[in-house]
């Protein structure tokens, strides 16, 4: 029989994935479900990156890549960074991976011993405790606490901090609360960093372009230049340019970091795919115009869903600055029952309930370490996120 591995023993199975197999399922026999629970955009990827990855097939582009990435894409990569970003590396200190995701589980199995620690500031993406937990280490959650509008506070930082601490992880704009952190915020966790000099921070800046009411991303490594050589930024194609498929995820960092993060990689994928990764040099460089677009579009479906959310009795919601999700808190509905007797006692029950009952996919805010909430993504058209609503306040209004 088959003996699955220690180190993969009680990891949960995220629950987002689990979430949507469920849908998918209730989907297979017939049934009308509207999914709000992944987080891929609903757009197509820029033409130009499709093309290019055509051309570079057609021109026999197709042998075995450098391991840590083509220098055509590196080099992109390179001036996105300084433009967009104020951050300067050289071709050596980027890294291009399958995805955001692989950086993360590259940096994570380059550097973490057993017992080393993780501070994951909640609510956080499913993946940093679980990837952590595979290498070793152990996942500290610190709270963004919802009054602080799910921001970092430096007190839950240094709070969090311990002489085992090897990373901070630092996702704004955040899956699944949609905060964002300004320059002071930031400046406040540089100096609880300058305090802590074994600290290492990932700065996941997956959603950096999706930020609203004129609001823009700020790097940490810009605002605290000085603590650079402890800072990897990661990055990728899949929510800026909806490229979730091309698995392309760049990032940048100090130079004996990236190397033992490539041998890493050397190991495990030899490196990205050379179509998508020609492909997402031509996205780099096509005009920010199409970017800037599904953000504005975006932004119209977060008014749409907060405004909806917010007249339902019981539902709170604050307003998300960024990233595609709205994260509204359920307090007010803990402790009621639904029409066939089922008492909601945590946001899973509620998520659970809601599908069975109403056909919306929502995943709980257990999975993302800050209950009770539930986070609906608004990558979905306007017409299915009215309908969901729809259904929810219709859901919520039937519990006593
Ligand atoms: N980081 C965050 C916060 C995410 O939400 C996601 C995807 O959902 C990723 C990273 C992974 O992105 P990629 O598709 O580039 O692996």
Redesign the pocket.
């Known amino acids: 029989t088959f003996e699955i591995a220690d180190r993969l023993k009680g990891l949960p199975q995220p629950a987002t994935i689990a979430m949507s197999a469920r849908a998918r399922a209730l989907r297979a026999q017939g049934v009308d479900v509207i999914s709000l629970a992944l ?1 891929e955009p609903d757009f197509a990827s820029p033409p130009e990156a499709v093309e290019a990855a055509a051309q570079a097939g057609r021109e026999g582009d197709t042998r075995y890549p450098p391991v840590g990435g083509q220098p055509a894409l590196k080099q992109a990569v390179i001036e996105k960074f300084s433009h967009e970003n104020g951050l300067k590396f050289t071709l050596d200190q980027i890294l291009i991976a ?5 950086l ?1 589980f590259n940096a994570f199995m380059a550097s973490l011993n057993a017992g080393d620690e993780v501070i994951v500031p909640a609510p956080y ?1 499913v ?1 940093y405790p679980i990837i952590a937990k595979m290498m070793g280490g152990v996942p500290v959650e610190a709270i963004c606490r919802e009054e602080d509008g799910f921001r970092l506070s430096a007190e839950a930082l240094r709070r969090a901090i311990t002489s085992r601490t090897r990373w901070l992880v630092l ?1 704004f704009p ?2 699944p609360s949609g905060a964002i952190m300004e320059r002071a915020d930031l400046e406040a966790i540089a100096d609880i960093l300058r305090q802590a000099p074994h600290v290492w921070i990932l700065a ?1 800046e ?2 950096e372009h999706l930020t609203f009411d004129g609001r823009s991303h700020v790097s940490l490594a810009a605002v605290a230049p000085d603590l650079a050589d402890r800072i990897l930024t ?1 990055n ?4 800026a340019y909806a490229m ?1 498929g091309w ?3 760049f990032a940048g960092g100090p130079l004996p970091l990236i190397r033992a993060m490539t041998s890493v990689q050397s190991n495990a994928t030899s490196g990205v795919c050379t179509l998508a990764q020609a492909g997402a040099v031509a996205a780099l460089q096509t005009s920010p115009v199409r970017r800037d677009g599904m953000r504005d579009i975006y932004q119209k479906r977060r008014d749409q869903v907060v405004t909806a959310l917010r007249a339902i009795p019981g539902l709170t919601c604050a307003m998300p600055d960024g990233a595609f999700y709205a994260y509204p808190g359920l307090v007010g509905l803990i402790g009621k029952r639904t029409q066939n007797g089922r008492e909601i006692r945590t946001d899973l029950d509620f998520a659970e309930a809601l599908l069975d009952a109403e056909y919306v996919a929502t995943v709980p805010g257990s999975a993302f370490g800050l209950s009770p909430h539930i986070r609906l993504s608004c990558a979905a058209s306007e017409v299915q996120l009215r309908e969901a609503c729809q259904r929810i306040e219709r859901f919520v209004r039937s519990l006593s």
């Open positions: 987080g399958n995805g955001g995701k692989q993360i993406w993946s996702n955040n899956n996941d997956i959603y990661v990728g194609m899949a929510k979730t698995r392309v995820g």
